[in-house]
């Protein structure tokens, strides 16, 4: 089994980052997009050094890690719909995990499109999810997909049959989206590495690397893996990285401490609460462990990936992106799981860009700006060499950052919407009507519902300050702020057109 890299793989990626241009490499660098699914801000080494990361680890320490990030929505299809397409989940109107865009519906290009327009080759592999079933590849014009529904890919049901059921069989008894709480304790998984859907797409890469590479145009390579999203049904080896004794169980506050809140009633929490409360130190362990495990083993395929681009020499003069879509609960405030919420281990995200296209004294530095992950599209835009785009929300990471606090948005309870604006000390949710969108502009007379935290004394975010005469000004500015960001851009509905 191919685990984790040497020291020795670790030392040879961060002196790719730092070497120089060669004079036959394009003049734009090759973009190579990394992403995975619901991994939590601090579940990488760099932040957490229990974590075996040591692939995204050197991406980290050869570029730079944003500690701040947030996704724009905590839930697949909008957030990825915000970074592919550079707007809020409200200007686009994709607001939970439905339907995506269909194709005569995008305001803009798709970051895919973008790219190919600006002469690259275009590989996608793996998860998007900001597709409606039955769109074109939108860009891409090499597409293998884990799942169904992409007109023009090539999809793992057709092309490797037998192991598309061999995993389906093993994950049966996870229930929906592989997410009942057989899925989050999960197995050691007896299906080969190829037979996952993320190894499918981890091989079809490297065959790709090999075979399909157009040598007269720099990359884009989108390579998104749909772990370590449950079910926890993890390859064999990434386990035993990890000591059972040594997993947290996560301390819980009362109900009446944490609810109502702006999530309350949300998807399969009573399901999770009526076995979760009741489950024994050692599940709680082993759930923490394989999801530890799930992403020691998505690192070693990124690891492996990166191997394979240096030796083509593709990581000479490039730019590399990782990100993942959205956090996970992992149980915590009062036995709360998956991402729908706004709470951090939700909406905050690892985000690190690295690469040669790093200028060098940012090499190693951690980034402390309210970054969103609607600022990717108009970075690699500037890094493809396209002007500047307007009407956006985003900013270019390689640049200045004149943002005063991340934005995010939650709306998958009938009737209400919620809105957080955060910086690293505190945070502010309020809760609108849905139907108070149509408005002109929203106002504090609107909302229905408020929380306020600080993020300083109060990381689990347990103790809503909202009411409290003592915040009441801090809470009225940030209040102030939420709402002319919501007024001057999030509620503008995207009309662009490239």
């Known amino acids: 089994m191919k685990l984790l890299h040497s020291n020795r793989a670790l030392a040879l990626l961060l002196a790719t980052a730092s070497c120089a241009f060669g004079e036959s490499a394009p003049a734009k660098p090759n973009i190579i997009f990394l992403m995975d699914d619901q991994r939590r ?17 050197g991406l980290a320490k050869g570029g730079i890690l944003f500690d701040q990030a947030v996704c724009q929505a905590p839930m697949c299809v ?17 607001l939970s995990n439905g339907p995506g ?16 327009k600006a002469g690259y080759q275009t590989a996608g592999f793996g998860k998007t999810h900001w597709l409606a079933r039955g769109a074109s590849t939108r860009g891409f014009e090499v597409r293998y997909s884990s799942t169904d529904g992409e007109k023009g890919a090539i999809m793992m049901s057709k092309d490797n049959p037998a192991g598309f059921k061999r995993y389906n069989d093993e994950v049966a008894p996870y229930g929906d989206g592989e997410e009942w709480p057989a899925g989050y304790l999960g197995r050691t998984s007896q299906v080969p590495e190829e037979d996952h859907r993320d190894g499918w797409s981890f091989n079809r890469c490297l065959q790709f690397l090999d075979q399909g590479l157009d040598k007269k145009r720099p990359l884009f390579l989108y390579l998104s893996f749909l772990k370590p999203h449950a079910g926890a049904n993890v390859p064999p080896g990434y386990e035993s990285l990890y000591k059972l004794e040594d997993m947290p169980v996560p301390e819980q506050p009362s109900l009446e401490q ?62 590399i992106v990782y990100v993942s879509d959205h956090g996970e609960m992992l149980g915590e405030r009062y036995y709360r799981f998956n991402k729908y919420c706004l709470y951090d281990n939700s909406v905050r995200v690892p985000m690190i ?33 396209l002007p500047k785009i307007s009407g956006k929300p985003g900013e270019n990471l390689l640049g200045p950052s004149s943002r005063k606090a991340s934005f995010c948005e939650y709306s998958d309870r009938p009737g209400i919407v919620s809105f957080m604006w955060r910086t690293s000390e505190r945070k502010l949710i309020l809760t609108f009507p849905k139907d108070s969108l149509q408005k002109a502009s929203l106002e504090l007379a609107d909302v229905t519902a408020g929380e306020f935290y600080n993020l300083t004394t109060d990381v689990r975010e347990w103790q809503n300050l909202y009411g409290k005469p003592e915040c009441r000004s801090a809470r009225d500015r940030m209040s102030v702020e939420l709402l002319a960001h919501l007024n001057g851009v999030a509620l503008k509905k995207a009309t662009l057109q490239q």
């Open 41 to 57: 801000w601090d579940a990488i080494g760099r932040i957490d050094p229990a974590m075996k990361t040591p692939a995204l680890d």
């Open 78 to 94: 909008p957030s990825r719909h915000s970074m592919m397409l550079g707007l809020y989940p409200h200007q686009l109107g994709i």
């Open 101 to 116: 865009l269909r194709d005569e519906q995008l305001p803009c290009d798709p970051l895919p499109e973008l790219l190919r």
């Open 258 to 319: 944490v609810e109502p809140c702006h999530a309350t009633g949300n998807d399969r929490q009573e399901m999770y609460r009526s076995f979760w409360s009741q489950a024994t130190k050692e599940q709680w362990q082993q759930m923490i462990l394989r999801y530890r495990a799930n992403c020691s083993w998505i690192d070693s395929m990124f690891g492996r990936v990166m191997d394979k681009l240096r030796a083509k020499g593709l990581l000479e003069n490039c730019l």
């Open 353 to 385: 860009l690295s690469g040669t296209a790093i200028p060098a004294e940012k090499r190693g530095a951690i980034d402390h700006r309210p970054a969103e992950e609607v600022d990717l599209y108009p970075t690699l835009a500037a890094i493809a060499g």
